[in-house]
């Protein structure tokens, strides 16, 4: 009898820490860890961009209406990136209990930053979408987490469509693109999924108006600068050579229509984006695999429509 109560009390022992092991809150961060200019938005690319980002979500059940920076903007050129790999922007840390979850629909935007109104009025209209999309839940399993992003990201593209209503060349700040970002606890183990908003505008294919954000190789138009401080052109894949780092491309081509023939520009930004496991005070970032393949007529043509 000893022996036995001995052996029950060392099950319940293990069972205690085992559940207590899965109960465990995860810290963990969501980092921009790159934003490269390969075609800046204003017409003399000499004189490069104004750039900043408004993030919105939840997070373990709290609202996430942010800026970065949180006053001005950030200078960026093709030579000049906004924001490196060695002073990367944490847009979202903190902790993740079992289930609990972090939801970020992130905003691209090319201007001064000056008109506070009408980045409220944006503001405003993705937190509505996403309390919409979200409803009240605090915590996911996988089919929820699925869910969640696939309502999210309809939300978003609804007001995406729209978003020359309220931002417009010559009057205000530029889109310049968006992607959401879940993160989530799913039974002690971080899981993660990144959407771009995709094509809300135009046709995937050809050289016509169009504005997409979305996860494809580059052509060989980024400016990397090597360790001797030399620049040169190469083509980026949609995700880095150990997997870690994600890279979501966001392009506008648009006609401009001025005194003489109208004139085709191109706006081109890559930002790129680690979700990163923060356990024992190391920093490991996680590992992307795209996902849903949109096979274009070539390789530079061929998209993503998620990682994870």
């Keep these: 009898m000893r022996m036995k109560s001995l052996s029950l009390v060392t099950t319940l022992l293990v069972g205690a820490l085992v559940s207590a092991v899965h109960a465990a809150a995860i810290p963990a961060e969501i980092d921009l860890a790159a934003l490269r200019t390969i075609q800046s938005y204003a017409l003399d690319d000499k004189s490069g961009d104004e750039v900043y980002f408004l993030v919105s979500g939840v997070a373990g059940g709290k609202e996430i209406d942010a800026r970065f920076p949180q006053e001005k903007t950030l200078s960026a050129a093709a030579k000049k990136p906004a924001v490196t790999e060695k002073q990367p922007i944490v847009l979202w840390k903190g902790e993740l209990n079992d289930g609990e979850f972090a939801l970020l629909t992130v905003n691209l935007f090319q201007g001064a930053g000056a008109d506070a109104a009408r980045e409220k009025e944006f503001a405003q209209k993705l937190a509505e979408a996403g309390k919409k999309a979200a409803g009240d839940k605090k915590k996911l399993d996988a089919a929820g987490a699925e869910g969640l992003v696939k309502d999210t990201l309809k939300a978003n593209r609804a007001i995406v469509t729209k978003v020359k209503e309220t931002f417009s060349r010559g009057k205000t700040d530029h889109f310049g693109g968006q ?24 046709e995937h294919f050809g050289t016509d108006v169009k504005i997409y954000s979305k996860l494809k190789n580059t052509r060989n138009n980024v400016l990397i600068q090597d360790e001797k401080g030399q620049w040169s052109q190469q083509s980026l894949t949609a995700v880095s050579d150990d997997d870690t780092t994600l890279r979501i491309k966001m392009l506008e081509t648009e006609t401009i229509k001025g005194t003489g023939d109208p004139v085709k520009h191109v706006t081109d930004y890559l930002a790129e984006v680690q979700a990163v496991d923060l356990t024992g005070g190391k920093h490991t970032p996680l590992k992307w695999e795209l996902a849903g393949e949109q096979t274009g007529y070539d390789a530079i043509h061929t998209y993503w429509d998620w990682a994870e």
């Design 179 to 202: 992607f959401t970002i879940l993160l989530w606890n799913n039974g002690g183990k971080l899981a993660k999924r990144l959407d771009p908003v995709g094509l809300t505008f135009g």
